[in-house]
């Protein structure tokens, strides 16, 4: 699937440490948190994102990047290559940001897929604020990033491309067959015994609204930030549980917003 602009943070992540809050608002561009875990991507139409679910037996990430990895180089000879931190690299430069999650019934991994996307929008929006001091939240590993489409010298690379190409890679490795011309949610058979059969996809998933604020912001762990002159504002949940300068004790029960503490200095 390819998504619109939006910035998605892992699970156990502080939004305000990874994303330029300010900046993202005013370019409209979405800030939401994942259900799994991981580093914080950025998401446009020129991003590809693969989901596999599998049982909780056969969750294997490095296999699933293997195949994505050997299937894009067969035609566009990329040079792509995958490494133990469940990512995909050309050179030094990274096309791709992993997470999972494993729960009782199942579980999924899910990847992005850097075809064409806007880096100079994903370099300026993923600027977390230094001013954060302490936190406990996961942090992302910043790296260099690179687009599919800059390595490809023979082949045309869009996402759609990408989608077709490893859609139909797919199903032929594992031997599935749609009827036509149907939608792919009905497959006739699984041969291989390793792909999970779905007879229709749900109206609905029993998940949070990843964009809402509670989610988004809510969520975070603990964390203090300075504003310099020795103030220092302790947030908890999003919310202001302490300042080191009573002047400012107003703020204390009030969601976090360091542009608003700002003016009032």
Same mark, same amino acid.
């Given at each position: ?15 305000? +440490? ?6 993202? +608002? ?7 948190? +994942? ?25 294997? *990430? ?25 990512? @995909?690299?050309i050179g030094e430069a990274k096309v791709t940001g992993s997470a999972s999650r494993i729960i009782r019934t199942g579980s999924?991994?899910?990847c992005t897929l850097l075809v064409t996307s806007s880096l100079s929008s994903l370099s300026s929006v993923l600027q977390g604020d230094p001013h954060i001091t302490t936190s406990i939240a996961t942090a992302s ?51 291989? %015994?390793?792909? @999970?059969?779905?007879?229709?996809? *749900?109206?609905?998933?029993?998940? *949070? ?11 975070? *762990? ?30 204390? %029960? ?9 003016? @009032?200095?």
């Amino acid at each position: 699937s390819s998504g619109i602009n939006a910035e998605y943070g892992g699970r156990f992540q502080n939004p305000w +440490r990874e994303v330029n809050v300010d900046e993202a +608002r005013e370019k409209g561009i979405d800030i939401a948190r +994942r259900v799994s875990g991981g580093g914080t991507v950025y998401h446009d139409l020129g991003n590809v994102n693969f989901s596999f679910f599998t049982d909780k037996p056969s969750h294997c *990430p490095a296999k699933n990047l293997t195949f994505l990895a050997d299937t894009l180089n067969q035609w566009a000879d990329l040079g792509l290559k995958t490494n133990k931190r469940h990512d @995909m690299s050309i050179g030094e430069a990274k096309v791709t940001g992993s997470a999972s999650r494993i729960i009782r019934t199942g579980s999924f991994h899910h990847c992005t897929l850097l075809v064409t996307s806007s880096l100079s929008s994903l370099s300026s929006v993923l600027q977390g604020d230094p001013h954060i001091t302490t936190s406990i939240a996961t942090a992302s590993v910043p790296s260099p990033v690179t687009n599919l489409a800059s390595h490809s010298r023979d082949v045309i690379l869009t996402p759609g491309h990408v989608i077709s190409h490893v859609t139909s890679s797919y199903l032929a490795r594992y031997d599935v067959h749609f009827p036509e011309p149907e939608l792919p949610w009905k497959p006739e058979q699984d041969t291989a %015994g390793d792909v @999970m059969v779905v007879d229709a996809l *749900p109206e609905s998933v029993d998940e *949070p609204d990843h964009k809402t604020w509670d989610w988004v912001f809510g969520r975070t *762990p603990k964390f203090t930030r300075s504003f310099g002159g020795g103030l220092e504002v302790q947030v908890d949940k999003g919310v202001v549980v302490e300042v080191s300068d009573r002047g400012l004790e107003e703020v204390i %029960g009030t969601p976090f917003d360091q542009t608003t503490i700002q003016q @009032m200095l």
